[in-house]
């Protein structure tokens, strides 16, 4: 398996996970300008931007195991997880895994509920209509909800969308039907957090994390202004400040 991953900085070691149906570009701003003092590591999940799509399911924990991997591979012992919505999955899923490895924890609009039996039906329609038509629709469904009006990335966001393969797209859908409540791992973790939402979100809104917050012993809540369900692309600066702040309370 082809496993690309972008490595830029120097510093505290941060993996950033990106969200569904995306790839590491969504973390643009970051990677043109890593914050001082830290190292973004920040993979293609598999089969999505340059990761090629290995048979078996995609589920979070197989995404978790990945980049678990690679950290092995770049020898590192610890690092801070953050992750984007399906990225945040991923992170909590990487806690199960291997809860020694996180030494903070980031969580983008995302949540800890699974889907109920309404959303993984869901799951199973959308992996269905892109693996037939392609992945037109499930854009043209998402990309309103993603951010604010007239935001200047809209192109830029449709595009990674609408070039991410169908197979690793469905994949990664019936990936996400499978996913467990993360409250168990969540409310047992003791390092650092901090729950980052955009205040226009509808997808993942600022009740979900709320309620993340209130899971997490010691977790900060972060409401970005002026972004939806990509902060750290509409905002990145506001994003960076949460970002140095966590790594800073993980020294
Ligand atoms: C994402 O942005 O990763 C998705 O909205 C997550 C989801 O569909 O649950």
Not at 24 to 38: I, T, W
Not at 129 to 143: F, N
Not at 163 to 173: F, K, L, M, N, T
Not at 188 to 197: E, M, Q
Request: hydrophobic content about 40%; proline content about 8%.
């Amino acid at each position: 398996m082809t496993y690309f991953h972008e490595d830029v900085g120097e510093g505290t070691p941060v993996l950033l996970l990106h969200g569904f149906p995306f790839d590491s570009r969504s973390f643009a701003p970051q990677l043109a300008h890593p914050p001082e003092g830290v190292r973004l590591i920040v993979p293609d999940h598999r089969g999505f931007g340059r990761s090629s799509l290995p048979p078996g399911p995609a589920t979070m924990e197989a995404m978790a195991e990945d980049a678990l991997g690679l950290l092995d591979q770049l020898g590192l012992p610890s690092v801070v997880v953050g992750g984007v919505s399906m990225g945040g999955y991923v992170a909590i899923a990487l806690t199960r895994l291997d809860p020694g490895r996180v030494r903070g924890l980031l969580l983008i609009d995302t949540q800890s509920l699974p889907d109920d039996a309404e959303g993984r039906e869901r799951r199973e329609r959308v992996a269905r209509e892109v693996e037939a038509h392609g992945v037109g629709e499930l854009v043209e469904g998402m990309l309103p909800k993603l951010l604010c009006p007239d935001a200047p990335v809209r192109a830029q966001v449709e595009a990674m969308m609408r070039g991410q393969r169908p197979a690793a797209v469905a994949a990664a859908s019936r990936g996400m039907a499978t996913r467990t409540d993360g409250k168990d791992i969540l409310s047992r973790f003791g390092g650092p957090c901090a729950v980052v939402v955009g205040a226009h979100d509808t997808i993942t809104p600022l009740e979900k994390a709320q309620q993340l917050q209130s899971l997490v012993s010691g977790a900060t809540l972060h409401v970005i202004d002026g972004a939806a369900h990509l902060p750290n692309l509409e905002q990145p600066e506001a994003f960076d400040v949460v970002l140095r702040e966590l790594v800073a309370r993980t020294a």
